[in-house]
Each structure stands twice: as structure tokens, then as C-alpha cells.
């Protein structure tokens, strides 16, 4: 593990949970399995931060505790954690961390890869077709003049647009930096983050894909706390925690109000419109079977699976559309000067 300063990644606090549970498994207490850990690692701040938390340990506390003061794990982890202390299964809690904290990594990967491909193929084209307006164009300008004509209408409006960007280059340098640091933010700050996700609420492709990561992140977080023995209403009440949008939130909180009006969690689930029919019969299934547990981990894998074929699917079809749409334009910025001087050759032979 590869801790820092700071909060830790979603792949971190999956190691970290995974190493714990092992040890925990084969009856290692907290404090010494933290040790063994501080020993294994040869990364400075992961051995800082295990050494904050040993000596908390050291000094009487719980396990829970020494990870909240360490400042380096989320609120949710904490009081799942906490549960499994209470409960007597803290390993069997650790695992399912490991497993919810794994899924979170994968749900990221997939976003970054569906967000940073278009934008870096998108940065690319800019780049290409400056370089075409602002080095190439004026090359056959030159050759036109010297041939005594000069670049068609569209060419020459391109040409114009080059020789204003070069007149006004320290602006474009500025602009172009300000674009990488917008990116840096939004892809790298919680709050960057965020605010990219309140953006992209406002798309219909991204606003739908969006909505299933909160609803597959809904059913993730519902197995771990059914596995720890808690109940549905405690449950959502702390899932709800996890939700990014206002509309995931109130439809928890609704369905928290229904089991207390004597609805099952199933019909729940269904009248809110957490889940579509298909996954509540599921549940409902698994509720009277008294495996409500397992038939939510089913759900939350098909879930993940259909986010990620989305994400790929959408990722397939950005691909080529954005490079055909480089290709008509650098084709257009050829052609325009290419055929008129073919043209004036062919006059000239």
C-alpha cells in the first residue's frame, strides 16, 4: 500500500482493508496486525500513517477511533467498522470494505477513461489544426503570391484566423494552460470533482450514466452493511451518506419513510424507483427467502457490469466520431488550398 498525506484512493483503502482482514482472519489483533504492517512497508508516509494509528491503539482505544483520528479514511469506513467491532465481525466487515472499496477504484477508472479520452482527442485536434492555420497555410500563401494569385475564400479566412493567433499568441498560451489546469482540477480536487459532476448532470448520455454509478453505488453499499448484520433502516440511513445527488438522497430518505408506513424493502425500492422492476423482483426474491444479502450482491454486480458497457460502449462511439471529425477538417484545410493550386498547375502545363 502507497499511503499519503491526506485522505487515501479508493485503491489504498481497499489494500489496507484487504491486509487487515487477513491478519484479523488469523486472529491477529488490530494493533499488532497494524505493526506488522508499519514493518512491511517501505513507504515513508504509509509508515507514518500506520504509526499514528498504532499508537492510538496503543493507548487503549478501538479501531474505529485510531482510524478516524488518522484523518486518512472516509466517515463511511469508520462506521463500518465501528459495526463490525459491536458486532464481533470486524474481519468478515474488513473484507467487504476491501470488496465495496475495489468496486468504488473500478467505477473511477471507468469514468476517467470515459472523461480523459475525449478530452485529450479533443486537445489533440485544437493542436493540430493551430498548427495547420498557423505554420502551413502561410507556406502556400506564399507560394499563391508567387504564382500571382492568391488562397481561396475559406483558406484565406483560415489564414486570417492564423495570423491573428499568432499576433496574439501569449493570450492562446495562457488560454491553453488554463484549459490543462481546468482539467488538472476537475480530474484530480473533490471539489474539482464534484463541480465535473454537477456538470455533467445537465447531459442526457452522462446524466443516465450517472445515475446508474449512484444506483450501483447504492447497491454496494447496501450489500456491506446487510453483511454486517444491520438493519435496512439503519442501512439506508447511512448509505444515503454515499449518494452524490439530491435526487439519490430523497429517494433513500423516502424509502426509509415507506418501511416505517409497514412497506416491505423490496416494495420500497420499487415505488421510489431506486431499482426498475426487474432488480426489486429480485430483491423481493431474495427477501423472502431470507438471502436479501446475496440477491443485493447480485444486483450490484449486474449493475457494475451494465455501467461498465455503457461507459465502453460510449467511449467506442466518441472514438471514431472524434477522429472522423478531425479528418474532415484537416481535409477541408488541405483540400481548399491543395485544389486551387492543382488548378493553377494544371494551367500552367
Known amino acids: 500500500m502507497s499511503a499519503k498525506i491526506g485522505k487515501l484512493t479508493s485503491n489504498e483503502i481497499s489494500t489496507f482493508c484487504r491486509q487487515m482482514s487477513l491478519l484479523l482472519k488469523a486472529g491477529i489483533a488490530p494493533a499488532d496486525g497494524i505493526e506488522l504492517l508499519s514493518q512491511d512497508t517501505k513507504d515513508a508516509s504509509a509508515q507514518k500513517l500506520f504509526e499514528s494509528i498504532n499508537q492510538v491503539l496503543r493507548s487503549g482505544e478501538k479501531f474505529h477511533v485510531a482510524l478516524e483520528m488518522s484523518e486518512a479514511f472516509p466517515d463511511y469506513l469508520i462506521h463500518m467498522v465501528s459495526i463490525g467491532e459491536e458486532s464481533g465481525n470486524i474481519d468478515t466487515v474488513m473484507e467487504s470494505l476491501a470488496d465495496y472499496y475495489d468496486r468504488e477504484e473500478n467505477i473511477e477508472s471507468s469514468i476517467k477513461s470515459a472523461v480523459s479520452y475525449p478530452l485529450i482527442m479533443v486537445f489533440m485536434m485544437l493542436i493540430v489544426v493551430m498548427v495547420l492555420i498557423t505554420k502551413v497555410l502561410p507556406i502556400f500563401n506564399q507560394v499563391f503570391a508567387q504564382l ?11 489564414l486570417n ?189
Open 148 to 158: 500571382g494569385t492568391s488562397l481561396s475564400g475559406f483558406a484565406q479566412s483560415l
Open 161 to 349: 484566423l492564423g495570423n491573428t493567433l499568432n499576433k496574439y499568441s501569449i493570450v492562446l498560451i495562457v488560454i491553453l494552460v488554463l484549459i490543462a489546469a481546468a482539467f488538472i482540477y476537475f480530474s484530480s480536487t473533490p471539489s474539482g470533482k464534484a463541480n465535473f459532476k454537477k456538470l455533467m448532470r445537465k447531459f442526457g448520455p452522462t446524466k443516465k450514466l450517472l445515475r446508474d454509478i449512484e444506483i450501483e453505488r447504492f447497491a454496494s453499499g447496501m450489500v456491506l452493511t446487510l453483511t454486517s448484520g444491520m438493519d435496512t433502516y439503519e442501512g439506508l440511513a447511512l448509505v444515503k451518506k454515499l449518494a452524490d445527488s439530491d435526487e439519490m438522497k430523497e429517494k433513500i430518505e423516502t424509502c426509509r419513510n415507506m418501511l416505517l408506513d409497514g412497506d416491505s424493502f423490496p416494495e420500497a425500492l420499487e415505488k421510489t424507483d431506486i431499482f426498475t422492476s426487474f432488480y426489486s423482483q429480485m430483491i423481493s426474491v431474495g427477501f423472502k427467502s431470507g438471502s436479501m444479502d446475496q440477491a443485493m450482491q447480485q444486483v450490484s454486480e449486474r449493475i457494475e457490469k451494465d455501467t461498465e458497457k455503457k461507459i465502453y460502449s460510449l467511449i467506442s462511439v466518441l472514438e471514431p466520431t472524434l477522429v472522423i471529425i478531425l479528418s474532415v477538417i484537416v481535409g477541408m484545410i488541405l483540400l481548399s488550398v491543395i485544389l486551387p493550386l492543382m488548378g493553377i498547375m494544371t494551367t500552367i502545363g
